[in-house]
Nanobody
């Protein structure tokens, strides 16, 4: 099983980035997918979760209205559109797959390698 994340980089405040994550090795169409981020010295926090069908999503207030998660076809792929980026969004972003619609990292079984997002002021 492998989750391959891509799309990170350096962007100025107010800019946009689109992250992608492709899962392989098994069929994940019946699993929940999520994006998390971790800044240096901080815990890994959720930034978006999407259910199996792609019809239900959840975001913390810190990113709501700016970030959008979506599932591709086949449903082993997930995308993350980040708009109006702020310096405080700087972190390593991870995609993850799990059985439950949850904000808790411990409920996710599979993780990508992480992609760095840096927002300059």
């Amino acid at each position: 099983v492998q989750l391959q994340a891509s799309g990170g980089g350096l962007v100025q405040a107010g800019g946009s980035l689109r992250l992608s994550c492709a899962a392989s090795g098994r069929d994940f169409s019946n699993f929940v997918m999520g994006w998390f981020r971790q800044a240096p010295g901080k815990e890994r926090d959720v930034v978006a979760v999407i259910n199996r069908s792609g019809g239900s999503t959840s975001y913390p207030d810190s990113v709501k209205g700016r970030f959008t998660i979506s599932r591709g076809y086949p449903k082993n792929t997930v995308f993350f559109q980040m708009n109006s980026l702020k310096p405080e969004d700087t972190a390593v972003y991870y995609c993850a797959v799990g059985p439950s619609f949850s904000w808790r990292p411990s409920t996710y079984n599979y993780w990508g390698q992480g992609t760095q997002v840096t927002v300059s002021s």
